[in-house]
């Protein structure tokens, strides 16, 4: 089942702060982060494992609450360069393909 | 290191006709996903192999689409008849081991069928 992603779109000036929330109505075993940007193939970004961790990459972290079966990206400060379509995979199971949410279109300007 | 290979790259076809997308893994990988990403349905998973056997193709729209894994460095979507609401950029991921792991996509195929 395809899991929700807010806000639909964002837009932000540089140096600010978002923050991309996906949930499931589905026990998860793991939440996936892939950025995708325009006319490009989606980059993955990190893996969060059941067990409530969190992740950094950059200035880009991310939270998993399995309890609640949602995740959050943070993104600090932001980058031009983080402009993008956010998309979170989830997975229900382990070794079970991801299903992935429609995405958080990401704009930010100077 | 080349990634993940796929052609072509854009594909325009009239309703009716058959199309066939072609993807290359990166090497080593024995994971493969097929996915079709629109903007009202975002970015779906197709068909799923591991080892070259298909493990979950529940993503198939219909009969219309197959898909092959003949060998660990080659895949096919076909789309046999086509019609224009396949119309979508089609990619190709690979991964080594499970699902669960890091997918790298390709650059993607995108189809236009009139």
């Known amino acids: 089942q395809q899991p929700v992603q807010s806000p639909q779109a964002v837009i932000l000036r540089e140096g600010e702060d978002a923050v991309i929330n996906c949930s499931s109505s589905?026990?998860?075993?793991?939440v996936h982060w892939y950025r995708q940007k325009h006319g490009e193939a989606p980059v993955f970004l990190m893996i969060?494992?059941?067990?409530?961790e969190q992740k950094g990459h950059e200035k880009i972290s991310a939270s998993f609450n399995e309890k609640k079966q949602q995740s959050s990206l943070y993104l600090t400060a932001s980058q031009l360069s983080y402009s993008g379509t956010y998309f979170c995979g989830t997975e229900s199971d382990s070794g079970y393909a991801l299903n992935f949410g429609k995405g958080t279109s990401l704009l930010v300007t100077p | 290191d080349a990634g993940v290979i796929q052609s072509p790259r854009h594909e325009v076809t009239e309703m009716g006709q058959e199309v066939t997308l072609r993807c290359k893994p990166i090497s080593g990988h024995n994971s493969l996903f097929w996915y079709r990403q629109t903007m009202m349905r975002g970015l779906e998973l197709l068909i799923y192999?591991?080892?070259?056997?298909?493990?979950?193709d529940s993503g198939m729209p219909e009969d219309r689409f197959s898909a092959k894994m003949p060998n660990a460095s080659f895949s096919t979507l076909k789309i046999q008849p086509s019609e224009p609401r396949d119309s979508a950029v089609y990619f190709c991921a690979s991964t080594v081991g499970l699902a669960s792991n890091e997918q790298f996509f390709g650059p993607g195929t995108r189809l236009t069928v009139l």
């Open positions: 969060l494992l059941k067990g409530g």
């Open positions: 192999f591991n080892n070259n056997v298909p493990i979950d």
């Open positions: 589905k026990a998860l075993y793991s």
